[in-house]
């Protein structure tokens, strides 16, 4: 391992300009003669709109134009979409109802886009939105996720009379119920999995322009995927065929999921944009980003799960909920159905599983992919159910889990996924040792003597990354392929360049790709440039979502570096005068197998350029090569986290003592950002089991709309955390990689509320699991302990 | 935001003067609430008339038994303040507790309690330590200063000067935060001096800061936590939103307020 090559803690590139404000984000971009756009959003979860005039509002100080749903229907921009085909049990296409960019006759959650003012100023926007007329009717609210389907509900889209979307399933139903029949035990649990508002530190933003002398779009905006971005406004919603249109992506400032998807806002400001003839900015407020940032999670859950005499896990069955909001977001189907239900075999061996989703419309923000997405889902009703159990069982959990570890790989579950590998005993036993489990009964007793009360909880979480398989996901549905694309440019004095169709938005991407490159190539690091994020610079790729872009955006770098190392071959043998078969390359030197003959490699690429060494009918000039890496599987990293809380009974409130995470995610690149990866996705994990909760009232009003009513967790909020690793090499990407970006926002809240409910007398406890709640848990426990 | 006169007074009388100019014109202290309502077009003053020049508005200083803090001085000043922890330490411990330190630095003791927001520290502090609010106009006892929600004795063209507060023997606040916006979900101010026992609660009140006279009785007879064993605030008059239910925060006056007792006896 060199200093700075595969598996050393090389510090970020790319924190330079960050943290010397020199990074360049979508609002630090200013463009000339630029206009600015301010949406008028809906004050009402459901209603029709009876009448909308704009004259008088046009006429307000510097107003370019109001566009409206009419203007959308005139223009034949099409609506946005979702692009994953999720088919119910009775075989028919979900049913998703139009999503017009600005509504059309009908308003289906606070915040939906009424209309846009583009104006000379924002300030001159929202004045002019103010003056605009409108007349709404009114309808019922559905907000509840559980209640959306009943009888006598208020219709959301026509499409679907019943708010449901699909009513969909996995798994073989006839021989999981047999196996719950012949059970020895059942443990049954319900559970919400609370929404979240995904809460990126920089807001979404968008500038869109039109180039009237060539015909070009460019858009600047916040996403994680720009040419998936290009895709959707060019074949779906028309703006401009693709080589028409730029997409931008500089510098995000997180994303979380929410920034892969195409909404409506950068929608309208790039047709906007050739409309006025001036270019169109628009840039989230912090609330904004609460009503319209697609929200995660929002399930509803009653799960089972069966054991035999011997206290082993026979089946489990689920039956889930999804609120997927007021229309259906970019991925908003495949969350609660394919990212969710293959992974409810968890790290134990199940023979039988099955799970039916419905998906369902509420008057709410629309619901999609944010960090983990559907596997946080899994493993909260994976985890939750064997705590649960091993408690019912009177089994210590550590024992419980281990029994029912699948040991040998590959592994097939009952719910399409191969567990490729994995060694899930180490990393419990790793992570036990770390927490000193052992002891914990100590520690209990000491808590108990200053009136606290002391909970440890284990959460062994698998996860399926690095997507995806393009052929396995369009046979689920998937309107696009998952693969990667990479193209290495070596320039003549040999330091190189790496255009990737991954995009960093705070994962370091410039610097664990750029260790890749130094550790294959043998140049100095510094002499890498990573660039992503632009659709003129860059080839056509996936973007980054899934914990995929080491397994497969590097992969692709990776057989790109293979590709070059050969044409350097090629280039070398002439130089060398030997043939290709006997050059040899490594510490970045080409040399002649069995002599001293040796070029370095930035002497190769310089032979590459010039040319003079061989005849362009032996080899074309030049180092630059191309490649798209699909992968052959799913990663599957997996791990145990163990937290320990201390409960004040007085209060409620729950201290977290201590944290543990022993991850497997394969081969780490730069074990620093891996575990940086590590401690935010805790954070969030956290976040989700102790404080954040998205509310609305019965009228759909969006209740935590700032940071006075929505909490976030804070560094106090948090112990020191106690990472620690183990190996599995991933037996399907060159690399060995796996994949950390959401591992502890999975992990996490299984983690906090088995260590709360072990504090509070095995009292269910509901996410967020605030002062409140767990004040009632101890008020009920200690109810029960007075009755007994 | 919209437009608005901005008006930098370099007297209280000046900036009276100005404030009677414009119709519908605030002051403007620190601007922790009055700027973000204005940001979110909440608030639509026609002209904001700026404290923050008048130098002999800030400032701390012992007068005798009293301890005396300028209007327009921060809870920075405050918390930070030698004099102040010598005096009332539990005070200079609340102004801590107020926020974080951008609040901290711009927020100030007189705009925190002509605004009398429900979950604010220091209406507690002054109806606890008995304050005197003294105006341009007049001294107003802390007891009839706080008149409900956001509601206060003040009236129009009056402007708070300055606070006086008399040192207890014994002191302490308790606050348990909302974990959101971290102002109190339930902060409880105890204060004794002599016979005399305050305990004033803020944040739980449907009505604002109140004092709670039934535990103020129970310490009278012994000051110590035990005395308020099984003593139960009344839920009725607790405030309820999504945070917390009116049981909860009336089970937390009585864990903070014991608790309280118990800091200000130093255990």
Redesign the interface.
């Known amino acids: 391992m060199t200093s700075t090559g595969i598996g050393a803690a090389v510090r970020r590139k790319e924190d330079h300009r960050f943290i010397t404000g020199k990074g360049r984000y979508t609002d630090d971009i200013n463009r000339p003669g630029q206009a600015h756009a301010y949406f008028l959003r809906s004050p009402h979860a459901h209603a029709k709109i009876k009448s909308l005039d704009v004259q008088g509002a046009k006429t307000k100080p510097g107003v370019l134009a109001i566009l409206t749903g009419d203007d959308i229907a005139t223009d034949k921009v099409g609506g946005l979409i979702c692009g994953w085909m999720i088919h119910s049990k009775d075989g028919s296409p979900m049913k998703a109802g139009p999503h017009p960019a600005l509504a059309q006759g009908k308003v289906r959650y606070v915040g939906d886009h009424v209309a846009v003012v583009i104006a000379e100023t924002v300030g001159e926007a929202k004045d002019a939105a103010e003056a605009i007329k409108i007349e709404y009717e009114v309808l019922p609210a559905e907000v509840e996720t559980a209640s959306a389907q009943r009888q006598g509900a208020a219709v959301i889209h026509d499409v679907a009379p019943d708010n449901t979307v699909y009513r969909w399933h996995l798994g073989d139903k006839a021989k999981t119920d047999a196996a719950f029949a012949a059970a020895k035990h059942v443990t049954k649990i319900d559970l919400t999995n609370n929404r979240l508002a995904p809460n990126p530190m920089e807001p979404r933003a968008a500038i869109g322009e039109y180039d009237s002398g060539d015909g070009v779009f460019t858009l600047y905006t916040t996403s994680q995927n720009p040419h998936v971005a290009r895709l959707v406004l060019s074949a779906f919603i028309g703006i401009a065929p693709e080589h028409k249109l730029r997409v931008v992506a500089p510098d995000v400032g997180g994303g979380f999921g929410s920034k892969i998807f195409i909404y409506a806002e950068e929608t309208v400001c790039v047709w906007a944009a050739k409309k006025v003839g001036r270019p169109v900015k628009w840039t989230s407020d912090r609330t904004e980003a609460f009503l319209s940032d697609a929200h995660g999670r929002d399930h509803v859950t009653h799960a089972e799960l069966a054991t035999d005499e011997n206290g082993k896990i026979t089946a489990l069955r689920a039956r889930t909920i999804a609120n997927l909001g007021g229309y259906l977001s970019t991925f908003s189907s495949s969350v609660p159905t394919y990212l969710y239900a293959p992974l409810l075999s968890g790290q134990y061996d199940i023979a039988n599983i099955y799970c039916e989703v419905d998906g369902v419309y509420t008057n709410t923000t629309p619901v999609d992919a944010y960090r983990g997405a559907g596997r946080p889902e899994a493993t909260f009703v994976v985890e939750r159910l064997v705590e649960a159990a091993a408690r019912e069982l009177g089994q210590d959990p550590a024992k419980f889990r281990r029994k029912n570890y699948i040991k040998s790989f590959p592994h097939q579950t009952p719910v399409i996924m191969t567990y490729d590998a994995g060694d899930y005993a180490a990393s419990l036993a790793k992570a036990m040792e770390i927490a000193d489990y052992a002891n914990i009964g100590k520690r209990k007793r000491e808590s108990a003597k200053n009136g606290k009360l002391r909970g440890i909880g284990i959460s062994s979480y698998i996860e399926a990354c690095g997507i995806a398989p393009s052929q396995a996901v369009g046979s689920l549905g998937a309107g696009v392929g998952l693969w990667e694309s990479a193209e290495v440019r070596v320039n003549p004095v040999g330091t190189v360049e790496v255009l990737t169709g991954s995009h960093s938005h705070g994962q370091g991407h410039e610097t664990t790709f750029a260790q890749l490159v130094s550790e294959r190539l043998g140049v100095p690091f510094e002499n890498v440039a990573i660039i992503h994020g632009d659709t003129d610079k860059v080839q056509f790729g996936m973007g980054t979502y899934g914990s995929r872009s080491g397994a497969v955006g590097m992969s692709a770098i990776y057989k790109a570096l293979d590709k070059v190392i050969e044409k350097g071959k090629k280039v070398a043998a002439y130089v060398l005068e030997a043939s290709a078969g006997d050059i040899e390359f490594k510490d970045g030197k080409f040399t002649v197998k069995g002599t001293d003959k040796a070029a370095d490699f930035g002497a190769i690429a310089l032979q590459a350029y010039i040319a003079h060494k061989f005849s362009g009918q032996e080899l074309e000039p030049g180092l630059k090569e191309g490649a798209f890496y699909d992968p052959t599987n799913f990663t599957f990293p997996a791990g145990v986290h163990i937290c320990e809380v201390e409960v004040d009974p007085g209060t409620g409130s729950t201290r977290i003592e201590r944290w543990t995470a022993v991850d497997d995610f394969g081969v780490v690149i730069n074990p620093m950002i891996v575990e940086g990866q590590v401690h935010g996705g805790i954070a969030q994990g956290v976040g989700q089991a102790l404080l954040e909760g998205v509310r609305y009232n019965a009228d759909g009003q969006l209740v935590t709309a700032s940071y006075m009513d929505y909490a976030m967790p804070r560094a106090d909020d948090l112990p020191s955390f106690h990472v620690g690793m183990t190996v599995t090499p991933c037996p399907s990407n060159p690399l060995g990689v796996k994949g950390c970006g959401e591992a502890g926002a999975i992990a996490a809240p299984a983690a906090v509320i088995n260590a709360i409910t072990d504090a509070v007398g095995h009292e269910h406890v509901a996410m967020p699991a605030t002062a409140e709640t767990v004040w009632k848990a101890c008020q009920r426990a200690s109810q029960k302990l007075a009755a007994e | ?1 919209y437009a608005f006169e901005y008006v930098r007074a370099n007297s209280v009388r000046g900036a009276v003067s100005a404030l009677a100019k414009h119709e519908d014109g605030k002051i403007l202290a620190g601007g922790h609430t009055l700027l973000p309502t204005m940001k ?2 909440l608030a639509s003053p026609s002209a904001l008339v700026d404290l923050g020049a008048i130098k002999d508005l800030a400032g701390i200083e012992q007068r005798g038994r009293s301890l005396i803090i300028g209007a327009m001085t921060t809870h920075a000043a405050v918390a930070a303040s030698d004099v102040v922890k010598a005096s009332i330490p539990s005070l200079a411990e609340m102004a801590h507790m107020i926020g974080d330190p951008a609040v901290r630095n711009r927020g100030t003791i007189g705009g925190s309690i002509a605004n009398n927001d429900p979950a604010a520290d220091y209406p507690a502090a002054c109806l606890a330590l008995n304050a005197t609010i003294v105006t341009n106009q007049r001294k107003i006892p802390a007891s009839d200063f706080f008149k409900g929600l956001y509601e206060t004795a003040l009236e129009p063209g009056e402007i708070i000067v300055r606070v006086a507060f008399k040192p207890p023997s014994r002191a302490a606040y308790m606050k ?1 935060r ?4 971290r102002f109190a979900l339930v902060g409880v101010f105890v204060a004794k001096k002599g016979s005399d026992i305050r305990v004033a609660v803020t944040g739980a009140g449907n009505q604002g800061v109140f004092r709670w006279r039934a535990a103020e009785e129970a310490l009278a007879k012994r000051f110590n936590p035990k005395s308020l064993d099984g003593l139960k605030a009344d839920a009725g008059m607790m405030n309820a939103d ?4 009116p049981d ?1 925060r009336a ?2 006056v009585a ?1 903070m307020t014991q ?1 309280a007792v118990a800091k200000a006896l130093g255990k």
């Not at chain 2, 909302?178 to 916006?181: D, E, K, R």
């Open positions: 935001m979110q077009r348990f909302n974990p959101a916006s999504i945070h917390a239910s909860y089970h937390l864990v608790r």
